[in-house]
């Protein structure tokens, strides 16, 4: 199978995907129409540590083929320049991971890194780096919504803990976590919350900033990303309520980010602050801060190299000009796109139990589906595998302040340092099949579904505390009405 892989990445280098279609003896006919987010047969309950692996149920037999192109693509192991292989090297020479799957294990949710874990690197969770506007000139930047943040001026935007040989990785994420009890009203539980403190530690390129702003981020699932990014903007716009006119508390709003090839600011989607605003931007500047692979979008061949970092820039890279002049060219970020697009919901699971069906009404009305907004109907102008779908992704997309507890002190284009973009929930039940382990929030300091509640303030604070008020028999039948999905 890596053989039949590797052929298919060397061809994918020369030519169209048609070409491709037939030299493999696909052909180009219609499947027969399905929902994306319909499980795959050989998945979730064969396989349940495969959940999030399946395609599209309704892609062509040319689409199937290009989404093989694509999962491959996404596991490549992308190595050091120069290099003999030419399409695989440019890794660098500052990176987080080798690739894509080293952050995105079997598709999901990112495993944290353990207290005082200093010798190795952080995997598949990464720290992001800024600092507050200096100049009246970087105001002038962020006012204009070009930029979302102000990097750091030695290390960038994100802390790349590995490197190429003969170079230094720029240092070490370190966390420390304060246990903090919290009671129920009726006493009959206490919780444990673990209060992470996030630093850096062995910077081989000089201090920090004395303002630099941390923020830990996990790499989140990849499913249903193709139908995020199909719901239509005017129903998102319709769940904004910057000023809480309707006095509910919430008052969610959208990010507004600066589209690179549109060269305009648009609403954001995908990101935990949703500071992009789309899927092919999203993982091309995942390539590209986090394993240092340029693309015509970010063609920049020293990957987060910053201008301080001087050895760094003068290290070779693999921007080449049969791969438009980058190390992953048009043609391959196309293919990682339609996977990651294509990469199936699985079905909700015990729908019909009395516990599931208790939790749901339960969900309601605490108030839970105020920001997870439960369903969405799709655009008919998106791609025919995600178009004019119902989806249930218990997301509304929109920034809110989660209150202090959560904040990370980082503003982000619009969103503050107390705004997160509401996660999606589907899927999330299949955590730990996929995942093996049950982490959860952006830094993944809940250990269960029970913490990550427990975490919710700012706006979210008053259905915690319905949540906490209710029988220990009640929050076990939301939380396995969370697990369903």
Known sequence: MKRFYLVLIIIAIAAPTATIATLLGFSQAQASPAYASEPHPDAPYKKPERAFSSPSANLTQEEQMAFTLGRSLFKKIWVSSPSSTTASDGLGPLYNARSCLRCHIRNGRGHPIETNNLKNPAGSIIMRLSIPAQTPQQQAMLDAGKIGVIPEPIYGTQLQDLSVQGLQAEGRINVRYQEIAVRFPDDTATVSLRKPEYRVEQLQYGPLHAETQLSL?????????????????????????????????????????????????????????????????????????????????????????????????????????????????????????????????????????????????????????????????????????????????????????????????????????????????????????????????????????????????????????????????????????????
């Open 217 to 485: 981020r996990v790499a989140p699932p990849m499913i249903g990303l193709g139908l995020l990014a199909a719901i239509k903007e005017t129903d998102i716009i319709a769940n904004e309520d910057p000023d809480d006119h309707n006095h509910d508390g919430i008052s969610g709003r959208t990010n507004h980010v600066w589209d690179i090839e549109q060269q305009q600011s648009v609403i954001g989607r995908f990101g935990w602050k949703a500071g992009n605003p789309t899927l092919k931007q999203q993982n091309n500047a995942a390539l590209h801060a986090d394993m240092g692979i340029s693309s015509p979008m970010f063609p920049k061949g020293a990957g987060e190299c910053t201008t301080q970092q001087i050895r760094c820039q003068a290290m070779p890279n693999g921007n080449s000009a049969h791969l438009d002049n980058a190390e992953a060219s048009a043609q391959i970020v196309d293919w990682i796109e339609f996977y990651t697009r294509n990469l199936a919901v699985p079905a909700q699971r015990n729908t019909t139990t009395k516990t599931v069906i208790n939790g749901e009404k339960l969900f309601t009305q605490i108030g839970c589906q105020q920001c997870h907004t439960p369903r969405y109907v799709t655009t008919g102008d998106a791609p025919a595998a995600q178009a004019n779908q119902t989806i249930w992704p218990y997301t509304d997309l929109l920034l809110h302040d989660m209150g202090e507890g959560l904040a990370d002190h980082r503003p982000e284009f619009v969103a503050t340092g107390r705004e997160w973009r509401t996660p999606p929930l589907w899927g999330i039940g299949l955590t730990q099949a996929v995942s093996q382990h049950t982490q959860f929030l952006h830094d993944g300091r809940a250990r269960n579904l029970l913490e990550a509640i427990l975490w919710h303030g700012g706006e979210a604070e008053a259905s915690k505390r319905r949540f906490m008020q209710l029988t220990p028999s009640n929050r076990h039948h939301l939380i396995t009405f969370v697990e369903s999905l």
